[in-house]
């Protein structure tokens, strides 16, 4: 399937469940998806063998501090078929919460450990959220845009 | 040509004491010089060992190995001795004082003991003990109190594995290593070293023959007994870090050193001497005349080259393949050779 | 922290022998972990209950210092995430950048590209070999294989002067143009090295201890592999097809003949055999490449300052020597990356370890987490 194709269905099998999809500059599929229905289009997309995204390639997060949002993505991959996903959730920055994908790939679990330690955003129903990379009583998220340590980072220029 | 020196020795040792006035004692005395004799030969060749084996582990990795200290590196080893003993002794604050002092002694002297009872040459040995084989199986068991109470009193989770490891190997490696001897002793009727080796001489032929399995199985086990690699899993560097000697440096960590390698040395004596004819020259290579001393330390080296080639060539096994392998292999193969050895003594009618 | 981790693991025995479990550290200081890895395993005597993984000791932040770096800047940096195979971390940034902006190398640079990465792929799987081997107690290998790596990195050494952090491949290109004499010696160094990899196998493929140590220790099931995320030979050794240069091919994979190495085993010495067919490959694919190579412009003509276009992102996959390594960049318009994330293999494969080894012996902690082919810069960053 091309990825015209794979934005095409997708765009008619999950019409509601889906914010948008679009087909990015540098021809990837990118799908922002409806809070509620992130769990269900996942399970759909990984179980479902037009889609057959067996594979959690990654799943890390981008912090927008401006709109206000992070926005969790995940990059899925299908061994079958070869073709590629992105989807997209956005949490509010203030109470970032989002549902794990952690039942439907265990991949996720460490990935979403490290997007918690960095970025703060709770995944809920995961089943060991720690910091991973940071000291357990580390208070800070250090990916996050607004993130200072006086001294420790030396910003060139 | 043994004895020759032994009586010349002797006939000195009886002139300096009776000038010294110390006749009256002068049993007492023999066996101190026999004593100090022997360790430091010992000694001296335990750091010749260390010396060859890094030289043959390195010549397997194609590398060249020590080469700065002296001519071919050969004083490498005491270089490394004067370094550990000049160490700062490092120890555990928690520790059981009194078995942690005494474990790398215990293994230290045990391993030593050992060597009195090995002939080097006909009528050369320090004590010729007629029932020298049982003594000598005996005497390098006391390493396992050793590794046990050094594994112990460290507090080290790593050294009580090791320790543990160690005692369920020497005692499973134990039984195959004597039911292997057991076959020669049934053939000689005897448990002295010199015996057999003379019954070798009367025979002509030496057990390795008749006995490869024994032989086989024999240095099998030696090597477990020793902890030598592919059986070194209490020391198991990439698990436990230095197993039972995790905790021990300086000069304690090189009594264990040192024990290690003499217990290589005792077993590879103890196998030239029953299997290989201790002090007997090789077959076709009697009209050299060479003393037997130098053909019984031949035999020894070729046993604990053997053994070095082990080492850099095996991987480890784990501890569950370790036992099964000692249980399971080696102690049936043995019991069948003890079996066929016995009927075709009774058939042949040889033996005592 | 030690406390916090120790208190949830909870004491109470359930053996036969109403032995007490107990909390072995290993780690971050111990010779099998390659690094700073550091595992709290919970054993009942010598069986392993549990293994955790505690991360963390070798953070460098990498992620958020290519937040404040321009593109080529953050090159160096990806030397560092994985020092053992640079080059394929240095390509799989420039190529994330690259096609995040549209550009594009030209050939000559794609085949020197091909070639110091699969070059790059025998020395990693070298040194892989050896501590492998090194973990389960074969001392020996490990230096076989340092002998040919070190005639690998004097090739690198050659062409860009340096044996570990390259800095070689780069947007648009690469650093400099090989040496006329690096076509021979590296043709001399493929002949001298084939021969030497049935030297490793006579070593250890079929020696009876080795076998007892791999067969059947650590088996990955296909489908929990794909479920956990491991990728690359990990995974192939379970008889997935998931070789990302086969997948989605990049630079001139598609145009090399080239097997993917399939074993079906799933355990430990069928990802032995995977990485060591995977060195007879990689040679095959270096000798191509020399015969494809044309001379020509090693790179393309950059703007002055190169800036991403606004709003727009790239996941690009490449397959490192360690499994499948992935780059997503977000661009903002600037000539800094508003985000970048490194997708590493040596991460997701560290995860299944405390799956593969539950039930089994301490030894084979060591075994499973040796064939991972992990290593922590990549696991931490």
């Given at each position: 399937m091309t990825n015209e194709e794979l934005k095409s269905k997708i765009e008619s099998d999950f019409k509601d469940k889906i914010l948008s999809v679009v087909l990015s500059g540098q021809k990837e599929v990118l799908v922002t998806v409806k809070p509620e229905a992130y769990i269900a289009l996942c399970r759909d997309l990984k179980t479902k063998p037009d889609y057959d995204f067996q594979h959690l390639s990654c799943l890390t997060a981008v912090d927008y501090p401006k709109e206000n949002k992070i926005t969790v993505v995940c990059h899925l991959w299908s061994y079958k078929k070869c073709h590629q996903l992105t989807v997209k959730l956005d949490v509010d920055r203030a109470n970032p919460k989002a549902p794990t994908v952690e039942p439907i790939w265990k991949a996720a679990n460490w990935f979403e450990r490290e997007v918690f330690d960095l970025y703060g955003v709770v995944f809920e129903g995961h089943p060991d959220l720690r910091r991973i990379m940071m000291p357990e009583d580390y208070a800070k998220f250090p990916l996050r845009k607004d993130f200072t340590d006086d001294g420790f980072i030396i910003k060139p220029n | 040509m043994g004895d020759q020196i032994v009586?010349?020795?002797?006939?000195?040792?009886?002139?300096?004491y009776a000038m010294l006035g110390l006749s009256p004692i002068a049993g007492i005395l023999d066996r101190i010089v026999c004593a100090v004799a022997m360790f430091g030969f010992v000694s001296v060749f335990v750091m010749f060992l260390v010396w060859m084996e890094r030289k043959v582990s390195a010549h397997m990795q194609s590398r060249i190995g020590p080469n700065r200290v002296g001519p071919f590196g050969l004083l490498q080893?005491?270089?490394?001795?004067?370094k550990l003993t000049t160490k700062e002794d490092v120890h555990p604050v928690k520790r059981d004082k009194i078995p942690y002092f005494i474990a790398p002694i215990l293994a230290f002297v045990a391993t030593f003991m050992g060597m009195v009872v090995v002939p080097f040459d006909n009528k050369v040995v320090v004590a010729d003990l007629n029932i020298g084989v049982l003594y000598i199986i005996a005497i390098t068991s006391f390493t396992v109190i050793a590794i046990l109470s050094a594994g112990w009193s460290s507090n080290n989770k790593y050294s009580l594995l090791g320790g543990f490891r160690s005692a369920a190997q020497i005692v499973s490696y134990e039984v195959p290593l004597v039911l292997s001897i057991v076959p020669i002793i049934m053939i000689t009727g005897k448990l002295n070293f010199s015996s057999i080796v003379q019954y070798q001489q009367q025979a002509g032929y030496w057990f390795v023959v008749p006995q490869f399995v024994a032989f086989f199985t024999f240095i099998a086990s030696a090597t477990a007994e020793a902890n030598r690699a592919p059986f070194d899993i209490p020391e198991a560097e990439s698990e436990l870090t230095g197993g039972f000697h995790t905790e021990y440096s300086g000069v304690k960590f090189a009594m264990f050193f040192l024990g290690e390698y003499v217990a290589v040395v005792v077993s590879s004596a103890v196998a030239?001497?029953?299997?290989?004819?201790?002090?007997?020259?090789?077959?076709?290579?009697?009209?050299?005349?060479?003393?037997?001393?130098?053909?019984?330390?031949?035999?020894?080296?070729?046993?604990?080259?053997?053994?070095m080639a082990f080492r850099w060539t095996f991987p480890r096994l784990r501890v569950d393949q370790l036992m099964d392998f000692g249980w399971k292999v080696l102690i049936p193969i043995t019991i069948l050779n003890i079996l066929i050895t016995g009927f075709v003594v009774l058939l042949l009618g040889k033996g005592a | 922290m030690t406390d916090l981790l120790l208190s949830q693991i909870k004491p109470g025995g359930e053996s036969p022998f109403g032995t007490d479990e107990y909390v072995v550290n290993m780690g971050p200081q111990h010779p099998a972990t390659h690094g700073v890895l550091r595992l709290v395993v919970k054993l009942d005597g010598e069986t392993v209950k549990e293994t955790m993984p505690v991360l963390g000791y070798l953070h460098r932040s990498i992620e958020k210092i290519c937040e404040n770096r321009t593109y080529p800047q953050c090159i160096t940096y990806t030397d560092r995430v994985d020092y053992v195979s640079a080059m394929s971390v240095n390509l799989a940034f420039a190529l994330a950048t690259e096609r995040l902006m549209?550009?594009?190398?030209?050939?000559?640079?794609?085949?020197?590209?091909?070639?110091?990465?699969?070059?790059?792929?025998?020395?990693?799987?070298?040194?892989?070999?050896?501590?492998?081997?090194?973990?389960?107690?074969?001392?020996?290998?490990?230096?076989?294989?340092?002998?040919?790596?070190?005639?690998?990195?004097?090739?690198?050494?050659?062409?860009?002067?340096?044996?570990?952090?390259?800095?070689?491949?780069?947007?648009?290109?690469?650093?400099?143009?090989?040496?006329?004499?690096?076509?021979?010696?590296?043709?001399?160094?493929?002949?001298?090295?084939?021969?030497?990899?049935?030297?490793?196998?006579e070593l250890l493929t079929y020696n009876p201890i080795f076998l007892e140590r791999t067969k059947g220790v650590g088996v990955i099931s296909a489908e929990v592999g794909i479920n956990s995320g491991v990728c690359g030979p990990s995974l192939r050794g379970s008889g997935v097809s998931c070789d990302v240069r086969k997948q989605q091919p990049y630079l001139f994979y598609d145009q090399v003949k080239f097997t993917e190495c399939l074993q079906n085993d799933g355990d430990c010495w069928a990802r032995y055999r995977v990485r060591m067919d995977e060195l007879r490959e990689s040679i095959s694919i270096v000798r191509q490449c020399l015969e494809r190579l044309e001379p020509g412009p090693i790179e393309t003509k950059l703007p002055p300052i190169l800036k991403a276009p606004p709003a727009s992102e790239i996941y690009s996959r490449i397959e490192s020597s360690r499994g499948e390594m992935g780059i997503y960049l977000v661009g903002d318009g600037t000539a800094k990356p508003y985000k970048a994330k490194y997708r590493c293999a040596s991460f997701s494969n560290t995860f299944v370890l405390d799956q593969l080894t539950r039930g089994w012996k301490v030894a084979d902690i060591m075994a499973v987490l040796g064939s991972l082919d992990m290593i922590v810069p990549e696991v931490d960053r």
């Open positions: - | 009586q010349w020795v002797a006939g000195l040792l009886r002139q300096a080893t005491l270089a490394d001795a004067v030239a001497t029953i299997f290989l004819g201790g002090w007997l020259p090789l077959p076709f290579f009697g009209f050299l005349h060479l003393p037997g001393f130098i053909w019984f330390m031949a035999k020894v080296l070729f046993i604990i080259y053997l053994i | 549209g550009l594009e190398a030209p050939p000559r640079a794609q085949w020197l590209r091909m070639i110091f990465v699969e070059l790059q792929r025998l020395a990693s799987h070298l040194l892989w070999m050896g501590a492998f081997a090194g973990d389960i107690g074969a001392l020996t290998p490990f230096l076989y294989g340092l002998r040919e790596r070190e005639r690998i990195l004097d090739l690198f050494e050659m062409t860009c002067g340096q044996r570990l952090t390259y800095n070689y491949i780069r947007i648009g290109g690469v650093m400099i143009d090989i040496l006329p004499e690096f076509i021979p010696k590296c043709k001399a160094f493929l002949d001298y090295f084939e021969p030497r990899i049935v030297e490793y196998e």
